[in-house]
């Protein structure tokens, strides 16, 4: 068997795009940088102590050391306090998420910014009052510069208390589930924007190529495809001389034997230029939202299906899972077949995946279909969304809107035990199918 090409050791382009996107995510990255800025802050105010005009020392109101002391040590327990107070119920704000909602659900409330800017308050706060209290005891402050680090401690101190009012408030609305619906919605939106006006469209005639003739190249590792960099690989293929053909995008799972691309050209064999090839895509142990449209339909889709458990029986939230499927899936469903971005760029170089408009589809709906086919309402809810849907999205994609209002028919009727209820179906399935016929 062919062994997978190994990786450079150097950091290529779309290392560095995953790392500067797994920043958002990482609850240690700003709380660290603001650390590291409020203890610059009080080696700065030791620094300039003496340097300080005596005109303009002589305006600042005299402060005596140990009251600044006090104030710092007060600063100090009180934040520490706080901070692993505030740490405590982000936690629990967490678990909870990843139960009642999803647990990838739970990067997208890593990354809030309220949350991550109250921490880096707190902990800035308490790395200020000890580095503070650290030159108090080298003797390295006096005079002018016990005033400035009082000043900057009271102005810290009212920061922190503003922040953490502002946190408990923001808190306690982001914990509720309708709230963490609106969060994955808005994202899932992004994602999904991003991917429809996307400048990829520059088609070409790829050539008639039989897989089996192309160089198979192998993922060598395990985890999900988290992006894919097509301006690089595209490079890449020019310089090398080949012929790309990606059988993987953003969200697929990949492992040692997985095919990532194929390729085609006198280099197709050699293994730096295989390795070459393999530095435009990134993989990680979890999905990531920024390059996969179909991810935040999934969880919206997974929430729904969580809330029509028997242990939940919640349809309302399930209904409310649809109807913001039903937005994302009108802005998709909005753009001609035509106007997604290409499977072939730069002149037919590469070929990509390209996720379909009912691709999103069935991901969207089959599965509240599968567990929500006894309930009524939910069956109702999700016909006339796509009722609605039909009478606005693109002509050429009113095939599978009419296959998917065909398969919850068919699954409710298979499931409902009451004939009043399968009438009810049989004609909101009637209802999509007439609106399709007369758009036709």
Not at 33 to 38: G, H, Q, R, T
Not at 164 to 184: D, F, R
Request: net charge neutral; with cysteine.
């Amino acid at each position: 068997m062919v062994k997978p090409p190994k990786r450079k050791n150097h950091i290529p382009l779309t290392k560095l795009v995953k790392f500067a996107r797994d920043i958002r995510t990482a609850m240690w990255f700003r709380p660290s940088v603001c650390s590291l800025l409020a203890a610059m802050v009080a080696l700065v105010i030791a620094g300039i102590d003496q340097s300080i005009p005596e005109s303009t020392a002589r305006l600042l109101p005299v402060i005596d050391s140990e009251a600044a002391k006090d104030l710092l040590r007060l600063v100090a327990a009180g934040m520490l306090t706080v901070t692993t107070v505030t740490l405590s119920v982000t936690m629990l704000v967490l678990n909870l998420t990843a139960s009642q909602a999803s647990p990838r659900a739970v990067p997208e409330l890593m990354a809030d910014p309220v949350t991550q800017n109250a921490l880096s308050t707190f902990l800035a706060t308490f790395v200020f009052a000890v580095a503070a209290l650290g030159l108090f005891g080298f003797k390295a402050v006096s005079g002018t510069g016990v005033t400035l680090i009082f000043a900057v401690s009271v102005f810290l101190g009212a920061w922190a208390i503003r922040y953490l009012v502002q946190w408990m408030h923001h808190v306690a609305a982001s914990s509720k589930l309708s709230s963490i619906i609106v969060k994955i919605y808005n994202q899932a939106e992004n994602c999904l924007g991003n991917y429809l006006s996307a400048d990829t469209r520059e088609s070409g005639d790829f050539p008639a190529l039989n897989d089996g003739d192309g160089e198979i190249i192998r993922a060598g590792e395990t985890g999900y495809v988290q992006l894919v960099n097509i301006e690089t690989l595209t490079q890449s293929a020019e310089t090398l001389g080949l012929v790309v053909k990606l059988h993987v995008s953003e969200g697929d799972f990949a492992h040692a034997a997985t095919t990532l691309m194929t390729a085609w050209g006198a280099k197709s064999a050699d293994r730096e230029a295989q390795a070459r090839l393999c530095r435009s895509i990134a993989i990680g142990s979890e999905r990531t939202p920024e390059d996969d449209p179909r991810l935040g339909i999934e969880i919206l889709a997974e929430i729904g299906c969580r809330a029509l458990s028997p242990g939940l029986n919640d349809p309302q939230t399930a209904i409310i899972c649809i109807n913001y499927l039903s937005a994302l899936l009108t802005h998709a469903g909005r753009v001609p077949k035509e106007e997604y971005p290409a499977s072939q760029v730069k002149g037919g170089r590469v070929e990509r995946v390209v996720v379909s408009f009912e691709q999103l589809l069935i991901r969207a709906f089959r599965p509240l279909v599968r567990d929500g086919g006894g309930q009524t309402e939910v069956i109702e809810r999700i016909l006339e969304v796509l009722a609605e849907m039909s009478r606005t999205v693109s002509i050429d994609h009113l095939d599978a809107l009419s296959n998917e209002a065909d398969h919850a028919a068919e699954m409710a009727c298979s499931k409902l035990p009451l004939a009043a209820d399968k009438e009810s179906i049989t004609q909101a399935a009637k209802a999509v199918s007439a609106t399709i016929r007369a758009r036709r």
